[in-house]
Nanobody, 121 residues
Framework: QVQLVESGGGLVQAGGSLRLSCAVSGRTFSTMGWFRQAPGKEREFVGRISAIGGSALLGNSVKGRFTISRDDAKNTIYLQMSSLKPEDTAVYYC????????????????WGQGTQVTVSS
């Protein structure tokens, strides 16, 4: 059974940092990604990392502030968020695809339950 479990969310002041984790069990995937959804808004691509080569792709709104990485020994991916802004407030979701994919959420087959990130001004 495939499970994606996010952790690390919370409340942080603007300018601060947080690191989200996504523990994966059940199988391995070609692509692991992060998405976020703020109240009243559509889900937004944050970033993804490939299994082969660890190629990372980040969304324009987070480039230069967020990094994505993976620890294959722990079957875990991370989203390191720095210089956080109030507009980063959202529920952050981990997602997985059996294929090498990019920013299209429809290409991701498995999703975690989400973790709340709140950035205060």
């Amino acid at each position: 059974q495939v499970q994606l479990v996010e952790s690390g969310g919370g409340l942080v002041q603007a300018g601060g940092s947080l690191r989200l984790s996504c523990a994966v069990s059940g199988r391995t995937f070609s692509t692991m990604g992060w998405f976020r959804q703020a109240p009243g808004k559509e889900r937004e691509f944050v970033g993804r990392i490939s299994a082969i080569g660890g190629s990372a792709l980040l969304g324009n709104s987070v480039k230069g502030r967020f990094t994505i990485s993976r620890d294959d020994a722990k079957n875990t991916i991370y989203l390191q968020m720095s210089s956080l802004k109030p507009e980063d407030t959202a529920v952050y979701y981990c997602a997985a695809s059996e294929l090498l994919v990019g920013f299209n959420e429809r290409r991701y087959n498995y999703w975690g339950q989400g973790t709340q990130v709140t950035v205060s001004s």
